[in-house]
């Protein structure tokens, strides 16, 4: 069974930037790829970022290419998601979750674990 602890949201201005911790435990990180997830109020989830467990291929939604970057840390087991030039539609809960392949993270078809979230909220 894998945790994942998901930390770094808060508020931000536009412009403005945050990077966002997941550290894992309970299990072995280099099993996994890892994705980036989001929920805005009355929205449902989506992807944001995947990355391959071996950290080599990446996968990112549309809407944050060129601005977000996913990146991992096998010897502390932990997922980053480096987030720049935050705009107020980048506002939602930020989840990361675990899944076999970086194909089925992005495309939400298998994910096997998930964190518990993180707010991020950016003013105009």
């Known amino acids: 069974q894998v945790q994942l602890v998901e930390s770094g949201g808060g508020l931000v201005q536009a412009g403005g930037s945050l990077r966002l911790s997941c550290a894992a435990s309970?299990?072995?990180?280099?099993?996994?790829?890892m994705g980036w997830f989001r929920q805005a109020p009355g929205k449902e989830r989506e992807f944001v970022g995947s990355?391959?467990?071996?950290?080599?291929?990446?996968s990112y939604a549309d809407s944050v290419k060129g601005r977000f970057t996913i990146s991992r840390n096998s010897a502390a087991a932990a997922v980053y998601l480096q987030m720049n030039s935050l705009q107020p539609e980048d506002t939602a809960i930020y989840y990361c979750?675990?899944?076999?392949?970086?194909?089925?993270?992005?495309?939400?078809?298998?994910?096997?674990?998930w964190g518990q979230g993180t707010q991020v909220t950016v003013s105009p």
């Open positions: 990355i391959s467990r071996g950290g080599t291929r990446k």
């Open positions: 309970g299990g072995t990180f280099s099993r996994y790829a």
């Open positions: 979750a675990a899944g076999p392949d970086y194909v089925s993270v992005a495309t939400m078809t298998v994910l096997d674990y």
